[in-house]
């Protein structure tokens, strides 16, 4: 209950995310997934290598990941968030009905607010997605998050 980290904390491993980052540094350099570690994977893990890869990604290179590790239909709603952030940056069209069903099966800001203002942003592509999305998904989220979103126009 004071200041600094208390004395019996366990330190970080530096190294705990080395396999990762060297996972992200071949997808990179040479469309290698990892998915046999991927696997083995803890959530925490997942999620460094899918916010670590370039923001901008091909088509190819989209399918190849959701191939991989059926990243439209994933369980965890962390590393979906994490998928659903790279498809609409990429305006990836696969991963179009993921995001429907995403931001209409829950209404948490931390997921809602970011893909809405993406899409939103996107006037050609994601803002008729966004305006066929939100008014049918609005009922399920928080006022704070209506509130802030309702002044968008789409």
Do not use: C
Not at 62 to 78: C, H, K, S, Y
Not at 117 to 122: I, P
């Amino acid at each position: 209950y004071g200041p600094g980290i208390p004395a019996n904390a366990v330190p970080a491993n530096p190294q705990a995310f080395a396999e990762v980052d060297a996972a992200v540094a071949a997808t990179a350099a040479s469309g290698t997934l990892p998915t046999a570690a991927w696997a083995r994977w803890t959530t925490d893990e997942r999620l460094r290598f899918m916010n670590r890869l370039d923001r901008t990604q091909s088509r190819e290179r989209l399918d190849a990941l959701e191939r991989a590790f059926g990243l439209n239909a994933i369980g965890n709603n962390e590393v979906l968030f994490a998928w659903l952030s790279l498809a609409v940056a990429n305006r990836y069209d696969p991963a179009v009905p993921a995001l429907e069903r995403f931001l209409s099966s829950q209404g948490r800001r931390k997921f809602v607010r970011p893909l809405i203002l993406a899409l939103h942003k996107d006037e050609a592509w994601g803002r008729p997605i966004a305006a066929r999305i939100y008014p049918r998904a609005r009922p399920l989220y928080h006022p704070l998050v209506t509130s802030e979103l309702d002044k968008l126009r789409f």
